[in-house]
């Protein structure tokens, strides 16, 4: 059965950092590309990042970008994300999720999805 476990989540100041952590198992994804959604509470699900299989290609939100750094790690089958300087409006469910495709550069294609992990930014 594959399973996508996040991890890292909590609470912590605007300006603070968080690292999350999806642990994959049942399968390995180091073909495949990783990527990060969020959902805030009332709005849809949203790309926040993205990395090919190899880690040599990654993709960012505008609201992220220089501020959120997606890593992976093929050999833990494991996928990382930093977020820096974090703000309240970064408040959201942090998902990931694996893609059927190698590229980072995708828009479809997420099969396979965790179960979430909250982030929360107080002010």
């Known amino acids: 059965q594959v399973q996508l476990v996040e991890s890292g989540g909590g609470l912590v100041q605007a300006g603070g950092s968080l690292r999350l952590s999806c642990a994959a198992s049942?399968?390995?994804?180091?073909?495949?590309?990783m990527g990060w959604f969020r959902q805030a509470p009332g709005k849809e699900r949203a790309f926040v990042a993205s990395?090919?299989?190899?880690?040599?290609?990654?993709s960012y939100a505008d609201s992220v970008k220089d501020r959120f750094t997606i890593s992976r790690d093929n050999a833990k089958n494991t996928v990382y994300l930093q977020m820096n300087s974090l703000k309240p409006e970064d408040t959201a469910v942090y998902y990931c999720?694996?893609?059927?495709?190698?590229?980072?550069?995708?828009?479809?294609?997420?099969?396979?999805w965790g179960q979430g992990t909250q982030v929360t930014v107080s002010s």
């Open positions: 999720a694996a893609n059927t495709r190698p590229s980072a550069a995708v828009q479809t294609g997420w099969l396979y």
């Open positions: 990395i090919s299989w190899s880690g040599g290609s990654t």
């Open positions: 049942g399968r390995t994804f180091s073909s495949n590309a």
